[in-house]
């Protein structure tokens, strides 16, 4: 029986794992799908015994759930839900041994994160109210906002409210009596709380008395005396964060850089002596970004696998390299192992040192989500669960295909391409520039790819300079040099697959991209007329109003392209909007309009000067999305978005 191809409507049909833990035989995970009658995304915890494979959930109904645990003593499943009125996130409680899931917060504002006791007594949790005497009586009328912070808004969440006080609680399991350890007038974090409760590690801004300093860090919060100290004062920049507590309570790891390359410092694993204070770097051997930096569409309500112990003096973690995730073995002496190094993407992953297995999600370019039980000491991968296998049973999908090619200064560039369901010569293809840029495409699902391989388009997907897991030089390489050599990267890499793909049709090669990939679309019509018809997504069009507009407009701009408002020149000459008038290529512009981190006004102005200049163009709007549209945004946008990019393809 011949398969179907796979549309962007099936989304609906499709199911994607995360946050495995291991419990005895059982192994808790998430899974996550689109609902189509809700237009959102429904989540529900799973479990599945590891030998008998079988299934059942747990949970109470909630649309979302996230943050799994067991406690400590083994008695309960907790986890943040919405199954409430307000459908804020509460902490959860299950008994493992039977029993209904239960609230055991009711924060107003819900609760962002959680950290169990030793004891299993109580959860340390982190939320935030309103300030009363800042609110207005009168909730249903409009009321100006006053804005006096550099940072005063975020993709996805919007101006940040003004009349929040940022707090960490305490919650006694037994009798529910809450307790305010900590309030700022900024957001914090409870990363660790101390076996006998003495003190926390804290995560909060690295120097809250400079909003030009960027990053955070984890700081030691004696619970006594309420006295605060940095943990990382030896290294004044950077950002840190907590990753891993050793038994003891001797050593602390750490995932964080030192800032030597801004924005682009690869990630390392820093080891922290709490007797000596001593900081070091445990990876500075690796030229590799320690976490996780591929970028897909598919996988929803996963994290990445964890720092973790594996025993009192050796530590697990993963890199990105050469489009995949690997894992190393690396130990307080600054020694590294490389112990796992397969053509996928783990997506998520949490240790039982009883057995040294990891319970992963993972995809691989032709696999959605998929759980298993990964043998630290072997290697081995057993497959404990394939959501999606019995629909692919009916539906075809695209083997893409890694290849190598020489870029700028004759560098070695990765990429990917797949080829039509269809083959057949003379047919269409589409270079796919990613985002980020310091991100990277890779062995990882794409649906959206997929689906165009499935409509008859070959996809070029490459990784050019700047992207991330090739090392410290190739992603620093972009700095204060966009659309240089970055540009070369792609046009060559257009050019290999040309010559290895002949059955390619030349004459009907498109672009398109969003983010930085908008802003390279946008670059590359400004640029270039090879391309038969452009689609630029979440684009960036004009550096300088960038630099005021966007989220992180003031420190991307000064960190990546090392210019600021000083430099009007500098930054109009790397705007793709300084060179509209050379545009001869059909452009699509697509754009969400709560799009912070790439403001709506970036493709608004490159639309009119696209009109001005007589180009044919188009702009697409979408309500109610912000960045994340393509990954993560109302289903029914991402079908609308979905047949545009189609419909405009066809016509050009």
């Not at 493709?603 to 007589?614: D, E, R, S």
């Amino acid at each position: 029986m011949e398969k179907e191809k796979v549309t962007m409507a099936n989304l609906f049909d499709l199911k994607s794992l995360g946050q495995p833990i291991i419990h005895g035989d059982l192994i808790f995970y998430i899974e996550t799908q689109p609902n189509k009658d809700e237009n959102a995304y429904h989540s529900h915890i799973y479990s599945i015994h590891k030998i008998t494979k079988e299934r059942r959930r747990w949970g109470d109904a909630g649309t979302s759930q996230s943050l799994l645990t067991i406690s400590p003593n083994g008695k309960y499943l907790a986890y943040l839900g919405n199954n409430n009125k307000d459908k804020k996130m509460q902490i959860m409680l299950m008994p493992l041994d039977g029993g209904s899931a239960y609230a055991i917060t009711d924060e107003k504002e819900g609760v962002s994160h959680y950290v169990w006791t030793r004891n299993s007594a109580s959860l340390y949790y982190q939320t935030s109210v309103k300030n009363e005497e800042d609110s207005h009586e009168d909730t249903k009328q409009p009321h100006a906002i006053i804005i006096n912070k550099l940072t005063y808004k975020q993709d996805g969440l919007g101006i940040f409210p003004q009349n929040l006080t940022y707090q960490i609680k305490k919650v006694d399991i037994a009798s529910l009596a809450k307790q305010l350890l900590l309030e700022e007038k900024r957001e914090i974090g409870v990363a660790y709380v101390s076996h006998d409760e003495s003190y926390l590690l804290v995560s909060d801004q690295l120097d809250p008395n400079d909003e030009w300093n960027y990053g955070e860090t984890v700081y030691y919060y004696d619970i006594s005396s309420k006295e605060k100290r940095s943990l990382t004062t030896r290294i004044p920049k950077g950002n840190f964060s907590f990753a891993a507590m050793s038994e003891a309570e001797d050593y602390l790891l750490l995932s964080g850089n030192n800032f030597d390359y801004a924005f682009v410092s690869l990630s390392q694993v820093y080891g922290y002596d709490m007797e000596t204070h001593q900081l070091v770097c445990l990876t500075e051997n690796l030229d590799v970004e320690v976490s996780d930096a591929l970028v897909a569409d598919f996988q929803q309500n996963t994290s990445g696998v964890k720092i973790e112990w594996l025993n009192d003096s050796e530590f697990l973690f993963p890199v990105t390299k050469h489009g995949k995730i690997q894992l190393y073995k690396g130990d307080r002496t600054g020694k590294t192992e490389l112990i796992f190094d397969q053509r996928l993407h783990l997506t998520d992953g949490k240790i039982d040192k009883s057995t040294n297995q990891l319970a992963v999600t993972f995809s691989t370019l032709t696999k959605t989500s998929e759980l298993a039980l990964l043998n630290l000491d072997t290697g081995q991968l057993d497959i404990l669960y394939q959501p999606n296998k019995p629909f692919f049973k009916h539906h075809a999908l695209v083997e893409p295909e890694m290849f190598w090619y020489k870029g700028a200064d004759n560098w070695d560039i990765q990429g990917w391409y797949l080829p039509p369901l269809e083959e057949k010569n003379n047919h269409p293809a589409v270079l796919y520039i990613h985002g980020g840029p310091q991100v990277a495409y890779g062995e990882s699902f794409f649906y959206e790819m997929q689906v165009m391989a499935a409509e008859g388009y070959g996809v070029i997907m490459l990784n050019p300079r700047g992207g991330n897991g090739y090392g410290q030089a190739f992603v620093a390489s972009i700095l204060g040099d966009y659309g240089n050599k970055d540009f070369d990267d792609l046009m060559l890499g257009t050019d290999y697959i040309l010559e290895q793909h002949p059955e390619i049709n030349k004459n009907a090669i498109y672009v398109m991209g969003g983010s930085y990939g908008g802003f390279m679309t946008n670059w590359v019509v400004s640029h270039t007329n090879r391309f038969k018809a452009a689609i630029s997504q979440r684009s960036i069009s004009n550096w300088i109003s960038f630099y005021g507009t966007s989220d992180v407009g003031a420190f991307f701009v000064e960190f990546q392209l090392k210019r600021d408002l000083s430099d009007m020149v500098g930054l109009w000459n790397m705007s793709p909007l300084a060179y509209a008038s050379q545009v001869k290529t059909p452009l699509f512009l697509m754009h969400s309009e709560q799009d912070l981190r790439c403001p709506l006004e970036q493709a608004q102005q490159f639309y009119i000067a696209m009109k001005k200049n007589g180009v044919e163009t188009k702009l697409m709007t979408f309500p109610d999305s912000d960045h994340g549209l393509s990954r993560n945004g109302l289903p029914n946008l991402r079908l609308e978005r979905s047949k545009a990019i189609f419909d405009w393809l066809a016509t050009h």
